[in-house]
């Protein structure tokens, strides 16, 4: 590329010398056009070895790195037999992998996220939703499993932080150059670049696609920035959740909407579709659509077999979580989708209310997944049972225990967090079997052997290395910032590398309460400041640009560290990202974690300091409800105490410092001649043989085939077979239920006379139930008895639920009949009422008729 520049007078022309590596070094380039480094430790290390500065200058990204490779150093590599070698060695290892055969007759999976936390050098992430997607997709290219993702390519992405001089938050936005990142353009069989549009309130916007390979899974990428559309339509995707609530839905329309058209365009005809976050739960409009228009389905089969095929994952635990957007804005948008699929306005807005006749209800996005996917589930057990009761509101005749929303626990992807040092340990210690089988507690259990200096030896090292980029961090940070050379000395003189190290690194929201372990100020100085014990704590994180109460957090505690209590003892870092992530979660050694009950749906980082022997001490909430193990790491209680939240925080920070000073303090100081304490290496072998297994990618992948994905696979199998004449079938079933649903009449009720006598335990309670069914047969509808406890006026605990069973039929008249023997005193409530029944039903929900009887 040639063009003239004129500068001062003088003629300049600009030549574009296009980066070009010699024959022999080729396979250095196609390594760094796969993530398949990022979690291949020989060859991240092979990548390093070229320039280890020039590696992190370039954000650890191999292609900025060879950009910058001279013809001397590039002979130099060649002639460097030892790293050719290895060179080949990866090369061979990645198209062993690569090349490996998928297996056959498993479902195509279609997985649809905003955000995908891949590798730093790749901003397509904010947080924890996007890495938790990253390490999916990795362990299903793992896994060898068909799945396609779809995101989009955002020029860029999500803010850099900086800090100024006294601690606010700066949003730095730097443009990617995907000259420098490993994608390709997508293109069809005339070797054109795939192209899809969508229609945005009467005007016409195109996104090319991109392909980011994953390993052996491809992400597809759509990009609006390009020439065909208005400059308002090409900043669509610049900035990660960027912009005002309309470019929010112009984003969830072009990746649910423009995902599906991209897949289409590729001639992808994925069998199931998963929805990380309810970003995406318009791509079930269009699914709806497709089927209406090829398949030439009628509109209520074509919504049942598009449920039968599609599961939501929803990862927020407040309502105020969850995307929504008013009718006004959503007509501008969506009001052509009432002729696609030929239904009325009033009943497309239906899918994201919980009155359709509320027309100030803003329409919710998850409530539309939820309405158009069979399954639904959270990300931890603990918040799957707060989304059934966020979202029993749209099945109020079920008691929320009922709900068929689930869950399957987060996970992280082994190989990309666990440090090389403790890689090579489970290797050698576990066998060879381990890689193939993570979740294997027999594997994990070995390290109970392994003697403690060499597991104290792992730790050293990797707080080392954690201390030593900390120094050079805050040194080049605080001097960017201006601030005095003597405060920057005496803060980095400070840090001892025979500290007790604790680390909170995450997203800045204000109900993860950075700030509570500054409650009493004085307590923790004297925590701090104990020259025989001391303890240093590293805060790292983003607040989101409208969030003032998190930038205000992170305000905080940046000039609390230049209190000269805390100076060099109290660290916060700036710009947390990937690679911070890693240095943190292996280097520490306790990771903290305080968040408001129960606000924390899973939460991931602290299993990736699990997996490098590093303990957590936080609150039971999210994950930790399941991991946390008496003698593996310590925990806050599940339950608040106070009504008040000042109170409650009061009492967690007393807390906190009550177990860091009669606890965690005393067992890493309790320190034999060897410099080693035995008790704090039993935390480290506890953690990883007991809590390590049960967090790794592999058990989520093991929990979302074993819960949902074959589910959904062999129901949708049996309603496509033979042109979808058991759909045909079922949907006429469910509309004569319908019909009749109103008309069945109960004839008699008999049960125990409980308003003027008790039922002394051991008497059964017996009761029967007689039903005119019209034309409708009994095996179509079932009767069962419900007992409660009652909470409060307004609660009702579910205690247990008994079907009745059929005792005759005489024509149209039914009796149902149950004897029960009751296993508990008490004060219970109970009612009956029937419900309708299908061999072919998924669950009660996916036919949500109920009457009380």
């Known amino acids: 590329m040639v063009g003239n520049l004129t500068q001062n007078g003088a003629k300049l022309k600009r030549i574009f ?39 992190v200058h370039s954000n650890y990204n191999p292609l900025a790195l060879l950009d910058e490779l001279s013809i001397e150093k590039a ?40 955000e995908y936390g891949l590798h730093q050098s790749v901003r397509l992430y904010s947080g924890g939703l996007g890495v938790l997607a990253g390490d999916y997709l990795k362990e299903a290219s793992d896994r060898n499993v068909n799945l396609a993702a779809v995101g989009l390519l955002y020029r860029y992405g999500y803010f850099q932080q900086a800090l100024s001089l006294h601690g606010e938050q700066i949003h730095q936005l730097e443009a990617a150059k995907f000259t420098q990142l490993p994608i390709v353009p997508v293109r069809d069989e005339r070797d054109e670049w795939i192209k899809i549009h969508v229609n945005f ?71 199931l579709y998963h929805l990380n976050e309810g970003h995406a739960a318009f791509l079930g409009l269009e699914r709806l ?73 803003l329409f919710s996005m998850s409530h539309l997944a939820i309405r158009t996917s069979q399954e639904v589930n959270g990300v931890s057990r603990l918040h799957g049972e707060v989304s059934q009761k966020m979202f029993n509101e749209l099945y109020p005749e079920y008691n929320h225990a009922e709900s068929h929303v689930g869950y399957v626990t987060n996970c992280v992807h082994f190989p990309t967090w666990v440090s090389g040092e403790w890689l090579d340990l489970y290797r050698e210690v576990f066998g060879k079997g381990f890689g193939a089988d993570q979740t294997n507690r027999k594997y994990w259990s070995k390290i109970q052997q392994v003697p403690s200096e060499r597991i104290m030896g792992i730790r050293h090292k990797l707080k080392k290395r954690l201390l030593d980029w900390v120094r050079s961090s805050l040194r080049e940070d605080l001097t960017r910032r201006g601030e005095n050379p003597r405060s920057i000395f005496e803060m980095i003189n400070a840090i001892r590398e025979d500290a007790l190290v604790i680390g909170f690194a995450r997203r800045f929201a204000t109900y993860k309460r950075a700030t509570l372990l500054f409650t009493n100020e004085k307590r923790l100085a004297d925590l701090v400041n104990n ?79 699990v997996i490098n022997g590093v303990m957590n001490f936080s609150v039971l909430d999210g994950w930790w409800c399941e991991g946390y193990k008496p003698g593996a790491g310590w925990a806050l209680p599940e339950h608040d105490t106070y009504a008040d939240p000042n109170l409650q925080n009061e009492l967690d920070a007393e807390t906190i410092y009550n177990i860091l000073e009669s606890d965690i303090v005393p067992a890493f100081y309790d320190q034999n001649e060897a410099g080693i304490s035995e008790r704090w290496v039993s935390h480290i072998k506890n953690t990883i043989a007991d809590i390590a297994p049960d967090f790794v990618m592999k058990r989520m992948w093991d929990d979302y085939q074993d819960r949902y994905y074959g589910k959904l696979w062999e129901r949708s199998q049996k309603l496509k077979k033979s042109h979808f004449q058991a759909l045909h079938a079922l949907v006429e079933w469910k509309n004569r239920v319908r019909r009749t649903w109103e008309a069945i009449e109960l004839t008699e009720l008999q049960a125990p006379d409980t308003f003027n006598r008790s039922l002394p335990l ?92």
């Open 17 to 55: 010398i296009e980066p070009k590596l010699p024959e022999g070094l080729a396979p250095l380039h196609e390594l760094a056009q796969n993530l398949w480094w990022s979690w291949d430790h020989e060859a991240i290390e092979l990548f390093r070895s070229i320039d280890p500065v020039g590696f």
């Open 531 to 609: 020259a025989k014990r001391p303890v240093i704590f590293l805060f790292a994180g983003k607040a989101h640009p409208a969030d003032k109460g998190g930038q205000e957090f992170i305000r905080f505690i940046y000039n609390t560290t230049k209190n000269p209590d805390f100076k060099g003892k109290v660290i916060f870092l700036e710009n947390y990202g990937m690679e911070m992530a890693k240095l943190l979660t292996q280097g520490v050694d306790i990771w903290l974690n305080n968040p408001t009950r129960p606000k924390e749906a899973s939460g991931t980082s602290g299993m990736k300091a």
């Open 289 to 361: 659509r497709n089927y209406l228009k090829n398949k030439q389905l009628p509109y209520e089969q074509a919504l049942e077999i598009v449920r039968a095929t599609q599961l939501f994952t929803t990862h927020t635990p407040v309502p105020a979580g969850h995307d929504a957007f008013s009718e006004v804005l959503l007509r501008d948008y969506l009001f052509e989708f009432t002729f696609a699929l030929d239904i009325s306005w009033e009943k497309l807005v239906a899918f994201g209310r919980i009155n359709p006749d509320n027309a100030n209800e």
């Open 762 to 853: 051991g008497e059964n309670f017996e009761a029967s139930v007689t039903l005119h069914l019209q034309d409708l047969g009994s095996s179509d509808i079932g009767v069962e008895v419900v007992f409660f406890r009652r909470i409060s006026e307004t609660e009702l605990e579910l205690v247990s639920t008994h079907e009745l069973e059929l005792e005759r039929q005489k024509g149209a008249l039914a009796a149902y009949t149950c004897d029960i023997k009751p296993q508990t005193a008490g004060v219970f409530e109970y009612g009956f009422r029937m419900f309708p029944k299908h061999p072919l039903l998924a669950h009660r929900q996916d036919f949500g008729l109920v009457r009380w009887l």
């Open 75 to 114: 002979q130099e590599l060649l002639a460097n037999a030892d790293f050719t070698a290895r060179m080949k060695r990866v090369y061979t290892a990645f198209t062993t992998y690569i090349n490996t055969a998928p297996p056959k007759d498993n479902p195509q999976i279609a997985y649809f996220c905003m």
């Open 201 to 271: 309130g009467g005007r016409t916007v195109w996104a090319k696609v991109w392909e980011l390979k994953v390993g052996r899974i491809p992400l597809y990428l759509l990009d609006t920035d390009i020439d065909d559309n208005r400059w308002e339509d090409r900043s669509i995707t610049h900035q990660l959740y960027g912009g005002d609530n309309e470019n929010r839905l112009r984003q969830e329309i072009l990746l649910g909407i423009g995902g599906v058209r991209a897949l289409k365009a590729m001639r992808r005809e994925p069998d």
